[in-house]
């Protein structure tokens, strides 16, 4: 009664009072939804092998990383978008695949250019999951109903593209010298004290073949005459020396 009487006063008929239900009425079909997953995914995938075959693959040659990126980010690029669709939480998705990291990745070290392309392969997973592509057209009364909106989709390739083109910049040595180090076991011991600093760059030069920037004397083991010492190089353009970042006779093994 109170409520007629409500609707009375303000002179509403039944079909001007807005029903919830009617907001949440537009859905996406079918094929539209397979549209959105494949667009998703198909340009995640192609953005990821870019960066890891022409970027990663062709200075480090680890198969075992090449594997791990590819379907890492394929994976998730996939339970984003399910999880997304089926209102779990973003927060949630992102938990589990931190869980996933560091179950996996707790028992052994791994080197920061391997865990930097990690994180962009998470990014990138995140950003084509998750960016908007359909917008929804139509009023609230005139069958509200989905379309692909071709400036979103756009954006996010731009996106990809920046990433892209940021991580050839940096890896291509345009701006900064590619420096490399190798960690040598010397035996002539009597050369690492400051006072014969020249004639140890010198023996190291003259034996390892390179010219040494830089040192740093380590691990001193007089018994054996023999100290570890980091000698710091700069490479030639469009040189690599990705052996150099091995520390285990593992690595070398699985490359």
Not at 5 to 14: E, I, P, S, T, Y
Not at 76 to 97: R, S
Not at 174 to 189: G, Q
Not at 235 to 244: M, R, S
Request: glycine fraction near 6%.
């Amino acid at each position: 009664m109170i409520q007629d009487d409500f609707l009375g006063d303000f002179n509403l008929a039944d079909e001007d009072v807005f029903d919830v239900q009617t907001l949440t009425d537009a859905m996406m079909t079918t094929g539209q939804s397979l549209t959105e997953l494949a667009i998703r995914f198909l340009l995640n995938l192609v953005v990821c092998w870019i960066i890891v075959q022409f970027f990663y693959y062709r200075k480090s040659r680890r198969r075992d990383y090449y594997f791990t990126f590819m379907v890492f980010s394929s994976a998730m690029v996939l339970l984003l978008y399910m999880m997304g669709n089926a209102e779990v939480g973003i927060g949630l998705t992102l938990g589990l695949f931190a869980i996933f990291g560091v179950i996996r990745y707790r028992t052994e070290t791994v080197p920061i250019r391997e865990m930097t392309y990690l994180f962009v392969i998470i990014a990138l997973a995140a950003l084509n999951g998750l960016s908007p592509l359909f917008k929804l057209v139509g009023a609230v009364s005139d069958n509200p109903h989905y379309a692909l909106n071709p400036g979103a989709v756009g954006v996010t390739a731009l996106a990809n593209l920046l990433v892209v083109a940021l991580i050839w910049l940096l890896e291509s040595g345009r701006f900064l010298a590619h420096t490399s180090t190798k960690l040598v076991l010397y035996d002539r011991i009597e050369l690492i004290v400051p006072e014969r600093r020249a004639e140890l760059v010198a023996d190291l030069e003259n034996r390892l073949g390179l010219k040494v920037d830089n040192l740093e004397i380590g691990h001193v083991d007089f018994l054996k005459d023999a100290a570890f010492i980091k000698v710091y190089y700069t490479l030639a353009k469009g040189q690599t020396a990705t052996i150099d970042q091995l520390t285990r006779a593992r690595d070398f093994v699985e490359q």
